[in-house]
């Protein structure tokens, strides 16, 4: 079983979707950020299932909604989870970054 760490980008990326839903519907942003971490979770076994990121392939990334969670399988254990970004976000400008 890996074990998942946010990283810096992540968190922050949680944060701000959180503040942004908010602002619509706080059921709306109890729904979205609990499917998401349960994605995330999801990657504690099998994270190499999903494909890696065509732009950087050190990077594998699933989706969940309209959200895309880009993270990184280090080492034999550790996933690290580096962003989680909107679809419709200039996701290859975002990415250059991490």
Same mark, same amino acid.
Request: glycine fraction near 6%; proline fraction near 3%; aromatic fraction near 10%.
């Given at each position: %079983?890996?074990?998942? &760490? /946010?990283? #810096?980008?992540? !968190?922050?990326?949680?944060?701000? @979707? ?29 994270? %190499?299932?999903?494909? &890696? /990121?065509? #732009?950087?392939? !050190?990077?594998?990334?699933?989706? @969940? ?29 975002? %990415?250059?970054?991490?």
């Amino acid at each position: %079983m890996y074990q998942i &760490k /946010y990283m #810096h980008g992540a !968190r922050s990326n949680l944060l701000e @979707i959180e503040k942004n839903l908010d602002a619509k519907d706080t059921r709306l942003t109890d729904k979205i950020l609990q499917a998401i971490n349960e994605r995330i979770q999801t990657l504690q076994e099998m994270p %190499m299932r999903y494909p &890696k /990121y065509l #732009h950087n392939p !050190r990077y594998r990334w699933t989706g @969940i909604y309209n959200y895309i969670i880009f993270y990184k399988v280090v080492g034999n254990n550790v996933v690290e989870v580096h962003r989680v970004l909107h679809g419709a976000r200039d996701i290859e400008s975002l %990415m250059s970054g991490v």
